[in-house]
């Protein structure tokens, strides 16, 4: 998607380029827009999808000046197309025979079954390890091999702890697997997808719904947490944060943000706000002396790079001192945006 550059020369009309990319898949229709999703990676269709879904109302002139661009972009790169793999694959079989025709159309388009783990992206690394925890320890090798690092590790969490030196081991061994093995491989994934595909519908995050509901409850939240402790003790912890989310700071009058500053350690300020919103940030550093903003401030760019773990704990440290603080009334802290009057 990145590769795509629309040329917008003198024209006055300023269009983002994502803007640009769902505007032309919309005008594409499912169909064709679903071709082109396909070729994208997780990242590019969860951005580009969400921009469609929250794209403003697109002028006519808008929409024909960015199909313009687009056409005027392509008949200038545009030439012989080059062949398909399939048709490669039909007059290289004829010509080499499979096996050497596989071999060579590999080298050119990369490993077919590399392409086709990657709509595995979307399936939840559990559900992955639910259907081949029964299936032989060599096709569980042979899984976590073509899957991408970061979801092989997940995958190989939910499987069982005892196996997962053998399978390290098996996955390291592994030099060239047969056709038969990766027909095998293949069917099962089919399965997993075809699962997958049954069960998707709307996601909801109910954690996140009740924290929102209880931030807004007019009773007693206090005894309400304590009764969902008594049926889900977890769940009321992940509810209980997710009411005391991070991005709430930046909504607290200027008092409690001082008070907070001078509780908070400095140097898990700084991490906290790394990578944090533009306007979290603004908000706790316009609380602070100006002397003491700037030297936190400086801290922030001179860490460097830090893990999101290393944020997120620290995050989950500043906000369980606020709701000790909360709670023994020591602040007054707005949970969420209330409406106001001018």
């Given at each position: 998607?990145?590769?795509i550059?629309?040329?917008?020369?003198?024209?006055?009309?300023?269009?983002e380029?994502?803007e640009?990319?769902?505007?032309l898949?919309?005008s594409?229709?499912?169909?064709?827009?679903?071709?082109?999703?396909?070729?994208l990676?997780?990242?590019?269709?969860?951005?580009?999808?969400t921009?469609?879904?929250?794209?403003?109302?697109?002028?006519?002139?808008?929409?024909?000046?960015?199909?313009?661009?687009f056409?005027?972009q392509?008949?200038?790169?545009s030439?012989?197309?080059?062949?398909?793999?399939?048709?490669?694959?039909?007059?290289?079989?004829l010509?080499?025979?499979?096996?050497?025709?596989?071999?060579l159309?590999?080298?050119i388009?990369?490993?077919?079954?590399?392409?086709?783990?990657?709509r595995?992206q979307?399936?939840?690394?559990?559900?992955?390890?639910?259907?081949?925890?029964?299936e032989h320890?060599?096709?569980?090798a042979?899984?976590?091999?073509?899957?991408?690092?970061?979801?092989?590790?997940?995958?190989?969490?939910?499987?069982p702890?005892?196996?997962?030196?053998?399978?390290?081991?098996?996955?390291?061994?592994?030099?060239?697997?047969?056709?038969l093995?990766?027909?095998?491989l293949?069917g099962?994934?089919?399965?997993?997808?075809s699962?997958?595909?049954?069960?998707?519908?709307?996601?909801?995050?109910?954690?996140?719904?009740?924290?929102?509901?209880l931030?807004?409850?007019?009773?007693?939240?206090a005894?309400?947490?304590?009764?969902?402790?008594?049926?889900?003790?977890q769940?009321?912890?992940?509810?209980?944060?997710?009411m005391?989310?991070?991005?709430?700071?930046?909504?607290?009058?200027?008092?409690?943000?001082q008070?907070?500053?001078?509780?908070?350690?400095?140097?898990?300020?700084?991490?906290?706000?790394?990578?944090?919103?533009?306007?979290?940030?603004?908000?706790?550093?316009?609380?602070?002396?100006?002397?003491?903003?700037q030297?936190?401030?400086?801290?922030?760019q001179?860490?460097?790079?830090?893990s999101?773990?290393?944020?997120?704990?620290?995050?989950?440290e500043?906000m369980?001192?606020?709701?000790?603080?909360?709670?023994?009334?020591?602040?007054e802290?707005?949970?969420?945006?209330?409406?106001?009057?001018?």
């Amino acid at each position: 998607m990145s590769d795509i550059n629309f040329n917008q020369s003198a024209v006055d009309i300023q269009i983002e380029p994502l803007e640009k990319a769902a505007i032309l898949l919309l005008s594409m229709g499912p169909d064709a827009a679903a071709r082109v999703l396909k070729r994208l990676s997780r990242d590019e269709v969860q951005k580009l999808t969400t921009c469609m879904a929250r794209l403003p109302g697109v002028s006519s002139p808008e929409a024909k000046w960015t199909l313009q661009q687009f056409f005027s972009q392509y008949r200038q790169q545009s030439g012989i197309s080059g062949a398909s793999r399939d048709y490669l694959e039909r007059t290289l079989d004829l010509a080499l025979g499979e096996k050497l025709s596989r071999s060579l159309l590999d080298s050119i388009y990369g490993d077919v079954m590399s392409q086709d783990l990657e709509r595995l992206q979307w399936v939840p690394p559990e559900v992955l390890a639910r259907f081949f925890r029964h299936e032989h320890p060599q096709m569980q090798a042979v899984l976590l091999a073509f899957l991408p690092p970061d979801t092989a590790s997940a995958v190989l969490d939910v499987l069982p702890a005892e196996q997962h030196d053998e399978l390290l081991l098996r996955v390291a061994n592994l030099r060239e697997v047969s056709e038969l093995v990766l027909e095998e491989l293949r069917g099962t994934l089919d399965r997993c997808l075809s699962y997958v595909a049954e069960q998707a519908g709307t996601r909801i995050d109910g954690v996140r719904q009740v924290a929102d509901i209880l931030n807004r409850y007019q009773g007693d939240r206090a005894q309400m947490l304590d009764l969902l402790r008594l049926h889900d003790k977890q769940m009321a912890v992940e509810i209980e944060k997710n009411m005391f989310d991070f991005d709430t700071l930046k909504r607290q009058s200027d008092e409690t943000l001082q008070t907070l500053t001078q509780e908070i350690p400095g140097d898990l300020l700084a991490i906290a706000l790394k990578g944090a919103e533009v306007s979290l940030r603004k908000a706790v550093l316009n609380a602070m002396p100006k002397r003491m903003a700037q030297a936190l401030e400086a801290q922030i760019q001179s860490q460097g790079s830090v893990s999101v773990r290393k944020v997120a704990d620290a995050r989950n440290e500043i906000m369980q001192l606020v709701r000790e603080l909360v709670e023994q009334g020591e602040i007054e802290y707005q949970l969420f945006e209330e409406p106001v009057l001018s």
